[in-house]
């Protein structure tokens, strides 16, 4: 016999799930009439090899793919297995969603030909940011941004299509793998983050508009080279601290920027003698965030120049990176050098 289930009692069945990414990503191209489409599949070839890495991060323990591989990158640092994975699961997503002609990984040599010479979008991505956190079940992340290629349609890419400047950004996002698995992107119309539902296999609406403290609690500074870190740094340290803020920091960039993203807080890695240019890289990391950060109402600067109106001359380029709520940047940035 049925039981006649009374509607309240069915009000528990029948919640909203809530919007999936890829409805949001549809809305968001019904907006824009002279939308072709190309932008739209290009981040769902995103979404699609960010839950393949989600569930290979999750279960890497068991899988015994956390340990290094016998390769190394361009700067001769010994690449890990997951690193490879990561790379070779979004560059196989990208090349056969084909709206790139060609992607500039962080884990590979030179640029990847995506053998797709009509397509008119480029990617720049690190694949798995922070990747020696995974042994230590550390969150990690993926960063990526997304460029209109300057060489003509139908032509070989160039050089000069992965040479552009964060303000030519099309698109820019990261990936969180952390207690939940997290995508968090913008198109220059704000930023929205999505939540892994991974017993659905969907990304849902989590974080909509987003919009960064004007101010906040923490500072993310490695402080091993303190002494060597450029004058303005140290004394804003040091009012940090008599601030009383705290020290939250991580080592993994996109769980450091994350959340003092959502929460309020600057990120800082300083230039210093180890390295002259700072250690993270302009195209892979810094210009991605710094969208994200800017149009979440944050600053990023290299200490004197927008991180944005910064024309790489090389694809390793990197740059110091001070990224976060506006009023804590602003303060860093009228400290006299
Ligand atoms: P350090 C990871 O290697 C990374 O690129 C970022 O994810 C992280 O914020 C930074 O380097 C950590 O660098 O010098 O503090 O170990």
């Not at 797709?116 to 940011?129: E, G, H, M, S």
């Not at 913008?186 to 539902?197: L, S």
């Not at 919009?211 to 940090?240: D, L, M, R, W």
């Amino acid at each position: 016999m049925y039981f006649d289930k009374k509607k309240a009692e069915l009000d528990d069945f029948t919640y909203p799930i809530g919007t999936t990414i890829d409805r949001f990503i549809a809305q968001k191209q019904a907006e824009f009439p002279q939308a072709t489409g190309e932008l739209s599949q290009l981040l769902k070839d995103i979404v699609l090899a960010s839950k393949v890495i989600s569930r290979e991060i999750n279960r890497a323990g068991l899988s015994g793919i956390e340990g290094m591989t016998d390769e190394e990158n361009v700067h001769g640092e010994k690449q890990r297995m997951l690193d490879v994975i990561a790379d070779v699961r979004f560059t196989r997503a990208l090349v056969r969603g084909r709206q790139v002609c060609g992607i500039l990984s962080e884990v590979s040599e030179g640029i990847i030909d995506a053998g797709n010479p009509n397509a008119k979008y480029v990617v720049v991505i690190d694949p798995l940011d922070g990747s020696s956190n995974i042994d230590v079940n550390i969150a990690v992340g993926t960063v990526f941004s997304i460029y209109e290629r300057v060489s003509e349609p139908g032509t070989p890419f160039t050089n000069e299509d992965f040479l552009q400047e964060g303000d030519k950004q099309i698109a820019a996002g990261y990936v969180l793998y952390g207690a939940s698995t997290m995508l968090v992107y913008t198109t220059g119309y704000g930023v929205n983050g999505f939540t892994y539902e991974p017993s659905l296999g969907e990304y849902f609406l989590s974080h909509p508009n987003i919009q960064q403290p004007e101010s906040g609690e923490y500072f993310s500074v490695n402080e091993n080279h303190f002494e060597e870190f450029p004058t303005k740094i140290k004394a804003y340290i040091k009012q940090c601290k008599d601030k009383h803020l705290s020290t939250r920091y991580v080592g993994s960039l996109v769980c450091d920027f994350h959340r003092n993203l959502l929460k309020g807080g600057v990120y800082l890695y300083p230039s210093h003698h180890l390295s002259p240019d700072g250690k993270l890289r302009l195209s892979f990391e810094c210009n991605a965030l710094a969208m994200i950060a800017e149009q979440a109402g944050g600053v990023a600067t290299d200490g004197e120049k927008r991180i944005l109106g910064i024309k790489p001359t090389w694809h390793q380029q990197r740059s110091p990176f001070y990224c976060g709520s506006k009023k804590m940047v602003e303060e860093l940035l009228a400290i006299d050098s």
